[in-house]
């Protein structure tokens, strides 16, 4: 078969595959048919459990059957605004009255360990989290171990890894569409390494099929690398893959914010939204921006039910993969161990910086080590003064 007979080959199954109800459609042909819907609590419904609540809501096969929110106010309004009436304080109130299928645990980062754990030994077939999922390794290490241990999936969350392009564009460069992988680079690795780089590292880590081996790295401004939050630490350097693959790490934007991964003749951009593909080069001998012909995505549908935006699919997808890895065991599209993962890559690096760019293997040793996400992330905006008003958890308003 010639190159782009190969090359249109692969995109046209990759469609049908869609089409058919392929893992591309993530159980669009099955939701339909289901006749017993998934029962899913939300624990923690502030700003960002209310977008996730926004897509079970919507979704055919699932159903909004508890909510535990500390909050006393917005309990009460989010109760009224999803139509739930079990509601609870914390997640072990919850779980003492009901033990939902999946559980989506939005809580600030501080008290997802607790949660997950409790989630999972309550007996739920699937529990989610969001990013951070926690400081301390070894409270990560614990929740992914766990989960294993009970056979719980345990999905991420919100992330770019999960969007249906950045899954194709993965799927490209895995099945050889474009090449043998050459190098590379992820620009803007700085401001929060662990809070927001964790988007960078989860695309790395798909797109290049390889786990982050080694890190050298430089850290800047020296009042960031003193402390033991992400706040403002910029991070340069460069990472060695487990597949051999080098990795330059630029801090600012280059200003490109993303991840690129080149072959022998393309290039796979992700900065921020679909992947853009680059492939052969224009009459200036620069590189040609191709178009990349992504497949529909079956649940694009879901944003303008569930009253989202756009670029909010990730959130869809990252749910509906959660579900299809319940409902049939396949891969997840951003798990909890990759959050895992992003959170030792981001600690590596702050190590690697404060031991004057010494080159820093991983599994990292010492499973005590830390690294806190901003305050916000980190306890949620009652406690950090950025307040949700009652008025906007009822829906009736966008801050
Ligand atoms: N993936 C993304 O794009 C993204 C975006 C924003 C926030 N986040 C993450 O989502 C998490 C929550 O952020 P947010 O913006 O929704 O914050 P928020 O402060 O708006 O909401 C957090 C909610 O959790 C409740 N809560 C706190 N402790 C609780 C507990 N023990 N049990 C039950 N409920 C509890 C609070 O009352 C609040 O309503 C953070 O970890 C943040 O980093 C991720």
């Not at 999803?82 to 072990?92: E, S």
Request: aromatic residues 8%.
């Amino acid at each position: 078969m010639s190159l782009m007979n190969r090359r249109s080959f692969i995109a046209g199954t990759l469609s049908a595959a869609a089409a058919a109800g392929g893992a591309g459609d993530l159980g669009a042909q099955s939701a339909s048919a289901q006749k017993d819907k998934y029962r899913v609590a939300i624990i923690g419904c502030g700003r960002m459990g209310q977008y996730y609540a926004d897509v079970y809501k919507a979704l055919p096969d699932t159903e909004i059957v508890a909510i535990a929110e500390w909050n006393d106010e917005r309990r009460k309004v989010v109760g009224e605004r999803y139509g739930v009436k079990a509601l609870f304080k914390d997640v072990n109130a919850l779980l003492k009255e009901v033990v939902p299928d999946l559980a989506a645990v939005i809580t600030p980062s501080k008290f997802m360990k607790d949660a997950v754990i409790a989630c999972a030994q309550a007996g739920v077939k699937g529990v989610s989290t969001d990013k951070p999922m926690a400081a301390k390794l070894s409270d990560a290490d614990e929740m992914v171990d766990v989960c294993v241990k009970r056979k719980v999936v345990f999905a991420g969350g919100n992330l770019q890894r999960a969007l249906p392009t950045v899954q194709e564009a993965a799927r490209r460069l895995r099945t050889g569409v474009y090449g043998k992988l050459a190098g590379a680079a992820v620009h803007g690795f700085g401001g929060e390494i662990s809070g927001g780089g964790c988007q960078h590292i989860s695309v790395l880590r798909l797109l290049t099929r390889a786990e982050v081996a080694e890190v050298v790295a430089w850290g800047s401004p020296p009042e960031a690398l003193a402390k033991d939050t992400d706040e403002g630490l910029i991070i340069n350097g460069r990472f060695r893959m487990t597949s051999g693959l080098e990795c330059q790490v630029f801090g600012t934007p280059t200003p490109a914010r993303g991840v690129d991964v080149w072959t022998e003749r393309a290039l796979v951009r992700w900065d921020w939204g679909a992947p853009t593909i680059f492939e052969g080069t224009d009459a200036k001998g620069a590189r040609k921006q191709i178009d990349a012909k992504y497949p529909p995505f079956a649940w694009s549908h879901i944003i303008e039910k569930a009253g989202l935006r756009p670029e909010d699919i990730y959130l869809v997808a990252s749910i509906r993969s959660f579900i299809e890895a319940v409902r049939t065991g396949s891969e997840l599209w951003i798990s909890g161990a990759d959050l895992r993962q992003a959170l030792e890559v981001a600690i590596a690096c702050r190590l690697s910086a404060q031991l004057g760019n010494l080159p820093v293997r991983l599994p990292l040793k010492d499973r005590s080590l830390v690294l806190f996400p901003r305050p916000y992330r980190w306890v949620g905006g009652d406690v950090t003064g950025r307040v949700q008003s009652a008025e906007e958890a009822a829906g009736r308003k966008k801050e």
